[in-house]
């Protein structure tokens, strides 16, 4: 556990995510002088050499023990294991503590693994740190904070849901065509599934508004655009991203308290093993 200590240490304090493609945003992000950029579902080493050319380390999002190879040889620091249970577009077919175990034996212990996927308390976290991560990565449990800029619907919607009531599927890939993702089930994935889910041109409702975002452009049934803040019309009809850890959210605290929470659970946990 010491080494993974020391390992969890050489991470940046802020990281930002982008998703490959991205290169306004990149530059924008480099520029700003962030210690860390992560990419996912894919990168290439001319990619990670602009971000080492700016003075900032490089991680890549993986789903298998492949595309972890793939990462290293493009010159990645540190890698981030999305299992299946994660929530939004998901590119693993495996679960996250058995892509952890076979990530690590590939990899070896030098390179740092961040774990992402259906973890939503410090347990969790303790839970993935035993099997070699270095650090944990939260993304549902955050949506249902304070500052989120997830839709009230949205947010009540995850306190209601369990992990059964999250689907992995290609309904909502408008924006993203073919990239597999986890939602919550509502009325827009349910009657996809009734019609026998159908490719996109034959899908039912397509083409129709089921919303506004808070500038007014129109949200199209299908699309990948989650329920936000300020959307008008039916946002409980969007995507409504959500991984399997949703079970274990029942409340929308400030980020900061959650942070704080999330660490006494963790101390909590590696007490009780301790023992």
């Known amino acids: 556990m010491a080494r993974h200590d ?59 023990a492949a595309g972890a190879e793939r990462a290293l040889d493009a010159g990645a620091d540190f890698l981030i294991c999305q299992g299946v249970e994660a929530g939004g577009h998901v590119q693993s077919t495996l679960g ?45 449990r955050f949506v249902a904070t304070r500052e989120s800029a997830a839709h009230p619907v949205y947010c009540r919607a995850l306190l209601d849901a369990d992990a059964q009531d999250t689907a992995r599927t290609l309904c909502f890939d408008g924006g993203w065509s073919g990239a597999v993702h986890r939602v919550l089930r509502n009325d827009t994935l349910e009657a996809w599934e009734a019609a026998g889910c159908p490719p996109a041109g034959c899908r039912p409702g397509e083409g129709g508004i089921i919303a506004y975002t808070e500038a007014g452009a129109p949200v199209y049934r299908y699309d990948d655009t989650p329920a936000m803040v300020g959307m008008t019309g039916r946002p409980a009809s969007a995507s409504l991203f959500a991984g399997c850890g949703v079970g274990a959210i029942d409340d929308v605290p400030e980020a900061g308290a959650l942070v704080a929470r999330l660490g006494r659970e963790f101390r909590a946990a590696e007490r009780v093993k301790a023992r």
């Open 6 to 64: 020391a390992a969890a240490r050489a991470l940046p304090d802020t990281i930002c995510g982008l998703q490959r493609g991205a290169r306004t945003k990149r530059q924008q992000t480099l520029a700003a002088g962030v210690p860390g950029i992560t990419f996912s579902w894919g990168c290439s080493s001319a990619l990670i050499a602009r971000v080492h050319g700016a003075g900032a380390i490089a991680g890549v999002q993986i789903g298998s």
């Open 96 to 140: 996250l503590m058995a892509l952890l175990e076979r990530t690590r034996t590939v990899v070896g212990d030098a390179t740092p693994i961040v774990a992402a996927g259906g973890l939503a308390t410090g347990a969790d976290i303790a839970a993935v740190r035993a099997r070699g991560a270095v650090a944990a990565m939260l993304g549902t």
